[in-house]
């Protein structure tokens, strides 16, 4: 076997194949995701424990609210460094700009990792009023490297003369609301005002971390499936679609937000919520099943994007009928937490574990592929998200039950990202497997 083929086959060669820190540097996406996968298992891990403890009935001390300090780290987490990896890996190519180095994404990249960090000491803080500070501290610092990613992408597209730079600006529109949402989750967990803090939360999830994967879903998708498709995809990718995905998560944000803060009730505001939601979450069904119907879903990795896609519509549905279930008296949480669970971990985790699969397989030098670890992780993954939806809706009836399911699903969530990261994290401090640059 000679070198070159050594090192198509992760076997050591001319280059080597040992982890070091050095290589973080080789490419922005390197260093971005090698950040998003240390948050990522570290705040998965934090909640797979914290969950274990409700199941035992071990009272743990918290300085902010369980359910707001876990909405917090995974809305805006591991979300934005992923997405700081991908927007100066594929960014300088939408745009046909100079790449850009990774060394300077450092300044942007590092305060946010401390910044959770500081963070997720504060959570469990025996002074409230000390955790309070400190978690503030920890998100204002966050959003000061956020800003950074944000400006500079910006500084990008202004650059860009390139023609096309409509997905570039919708998701630089969304880096804006980002940068706005951590501001304000900062400033109420500094004041202890919880509602503005779930009402950044709502705003961040939809209208941030929303919008960036449907704009890059709309452009994406199409690319990444087989070429025969291509035509009938096409048709798909009309710019009409892309303004209603992005009409639906704007109105999203905003019902929520204004929810969250206590501006917004009543039997005409929920029926007004049911009729956008239900037709979305049909609508999303359709384009998905379209989407399938046109190109074979034999290749893993497009098949876990339709699948994930999928859950934006279920998720849409679920919110529709919960909304008309309180437009017609009956309780607006009746479905409890199974909508947003199915949003957040059905659509944007599952997107997230596919995008970044992808991403980390191509730029690694290794085939484009999701293969028989990836495949099984993903449908894991699929039973997580199961458990959750589950255990949000039988919570009301059997609290046992509830609290089983819950601890399944964090448990399942942190295995398959914590086995995900062992290998594909690894990658990121090593050579291409094909002996490139990068």
């Not at 990522?40 to 969950?51: E, H, Q």
């Not at 993903?378 to 039973?383: D, R, S």
Request: some cysteine; hydrophobic content about 60%.
């Amino acid at each position: 076997m000679n070198a070159q083929t050594s090192v198509m086959h992760g076997e050591r060669g001319e280059h080597g194949d040992r982890w070091s820190f050095s290589r973080l540097l080789d490419a922005p996406h390197r260093l971005a995701f090698s950040a998003a996968t240390l948050v990522l298992v570290i705040s998965s891990l934090w909640w797979a424990v914290v969950n274990l403890s409700f199941s035992d009935g071990v009272a743990l001390h918290w300085s902010l609210p369980p359910s707001l300090a876990h909405s917090l780290l995974m809305s805006f987490g591991f979300m934005p460094l992923f997405f700081a990896g991908f927007l100066f890996t594929a960014g300088p190519k939408w745009l046909a700009r100079p790449a850009v180095a990774a060394r300077e994404l450092l300044p942007a990249l590092m305060p946010q990792v401390a910044g959770w960090l500081v963070f997720m000491l504060a959570i469990h803080g025996r002074d409230a009023a000390f955790g309070q500070v400190l978690g503030a501290l920890g998100l204002g610092t966050v959003t000061l490297g956020w800003s950074q990613i944000t400006l500079r992408f910006w500084r990008m597209l202004k650059l860009s003369t390139v023609a096309d730079q409509v997905h570039a600006r919708c998701v630089a529109v969304a880096c804006v609301i980002g940068v706005a949402a951590m501001a304000a989750a900062a400033a109420g967990v500094a004041l202890g005002a919880h509602s503005i803090v779930r009402a950044a939360v709502q705003v961040g999830l939809w209208g941030f971390d929303g919008l960036v994967f449907a704009a890059v879903a709309h452009r994406m998708i199409p690319f990444l499936s087989s070429e025969a498709a291509w035509p009938a995809l096409d048709a798909w990718r009309l710019l009409w679609l892309l303004w209603a995905f992005m009409g639906v998560f704007a109105f999203e944000a905003f019902a929520q937000a204004v929810e969250s803060l206590g501006l917004a009730g009543g039997i005409a505001w929920h029926l007004l919520r049911s009729l956008v939601e239900l037709p979305a979450g049909l609508g999303v069904i359709a384009l998905a099943v379209r989407w399938a119907w046109v190109q074979s879903l034999t290749p893993r990795l497009v098949a876990m994007l339709h699948f994930a896609f999928a859950w934006l519509g279920i998720a849409l549905l679920l919110f529709g009928v919960a909304d008309a279930a309180a437009a017609a008296g009956l309780s607006p949480t009746a479905l409890g937490l199974a909508p947003i669970h199915a949003y957040t971990m059905g659509y944007l985790g599952a997107t997230m574990f596919a995008m970044v699969t992808r991403v980390s397989s191509g730029h690694g030098g290794r085939t484009v592929a999701a293969d028989d670890v990836v495949w099984r992780l993903f449908w894991v993954l699929q039973l997580a998200i199961v458990s959750r939806v589950a255990a949000a809706l039988v919570f009301r009836t059997d609290f046992t039950w509830g609290i089983a399911l819950a601890a399944v699903a964090a448990l399942g969530w942190a295995g398959v990202f914590v086995t995900w990261s062992m290998r594909h994290g690894r990658w990121y401090g090593m050579p291409r497997a094909d002996g490139r640059p990068g």
